[in-house]
């Protein structure tokens, strides 16, 4: 008899703390597609200002498999739990110093190098904090609820990207341009310091993981490090980074680069890409934890796939919507994509990255197959689709083809991958030291 889907306790406690940070990450994409090009480079060409506010951007998710690398690793060791503390404490403290940054007025080309320095040190956080609060809930739950409480820690991105979008929507609808660009968009990052204080307390009634405190006890053999980890993925790891591909596209195409393509190339108020994002986000409430409730029903693979390729077909027709300049129809492009789309690849990627590694390499695994592949995709394509829709003079076909390709890849990936992984633990003994 299959009982009712149940969340753990931890799966609420990790979830919140996402959300609280996840604020900070997504503000950043955010500003950098509608403030910083304004505010810390120099004026002139806005394509390339564009480009460099973007560059930076992407700088984070280039250090993300850094720090994922290094926070898997320590919390294969010493656990779960703690490595969610750092990374909560690097991400409130970057983009509290990014609400006190000088601008390129007043201090010149130091203004975007502090910018990219800061960048980076989010990224390190942001690379441990998600797989570790994945791994923490699904660590904690039945196995037959697993994939559900694997997934709802993607709901905490959505509400951490909400409150971020909806905070910087009102301070924009508050303030005039002028003071916006001068100083009210700073309120937002600076906010980032009382969200923190939240987000400790909460995190301090979070248990450490049952299936790693066992992992720990077990006889130790060998000390856990990159080679040790790659050697035992084999080829699941290559291929989990090809099915990371799609959720990658599928998440930073609308909610990084369509704000900056409604406003330059569409000539759409910022504030109806702003309104698009906070919809499909509310809706991810439901849609995450439903897509988390599917794959435990169906695998993991399958929802994969499906949101995988139907992603790639509805791409031509997002930028059709987007092109109409018409809200009702814009909002419906973001919730298509973004919502739709975008969660069944969220949903069914933590159902299987939970259950595809042992215990004892699994967060580092983690990290490792779906940062790199973060910071390529998810960090490179707002940057590659707005040179692509630049050379063909506005038009964005050649990003939509080229996001549909990306995520047919992944689907094909996904399609070679095992959706579980046997406990291997008697055939390969080795674990932390």
Known sequence: M?????????????????????????????????????????????????LASLGTFAVGFFARPIGGVIIGLLGDRVGRRQMLFLTLLLMAAASTAIGLMPTYAAIGIWAPVGLVVLRVLQGIGAGGEYAGAMLLSAEHAQDEHRGLNAAIPSVGNAMGSLLATGI????????????????????PFLLSALLAVAAFIIRLRVEESPEFEASKAAPRTERIQLAAVLRRGGRRIPLAMLMSIAPNVLSYLPSVYALSYLANQVGAPASVGLLGIIIANALKLVTVPTAGWLSDRFGGRVIMII??????VLFFPFFMLLDTGTPVLIWAAFVMI????????LASQATMLSTLFEVDVRYASVTFSREITGAVVGGGIPFVAAALTGALDGRPWLVAGFCAVLCVIGALGTWALPERQADERAAHPVTVS
Not at 307 to 312: I, K, R, Y
Not at 338 to 345: A, G, N, P
């Open 2 to 50: 299959t009982t009712p889907p149940r969340l753990s306790r931890a799966t609420f406690a990790s979830t919140v703390g996402t959300a609280l940070e996840w604020y900070d990450f997504s503000l950043y994409g955010t500003a950098s597609a509608l403030v910083f090009a304004h505010v810390f480079f120099p004026a002139g060409n806005e394509l390339a200002g564009t």
């Open 168 to 187: 910087f929507f009102l301070a924009e609808a508050v303030f005039t341009q002028e003071q916006f660009l001068a100083w009210g968009w700073r309120i």
């Open 307 to 312: 949101g995988s390729l139907a992603g790639a």
């Open 338 to 345: 973004f919502t739709l789309c975008c969660d069944m690849t």
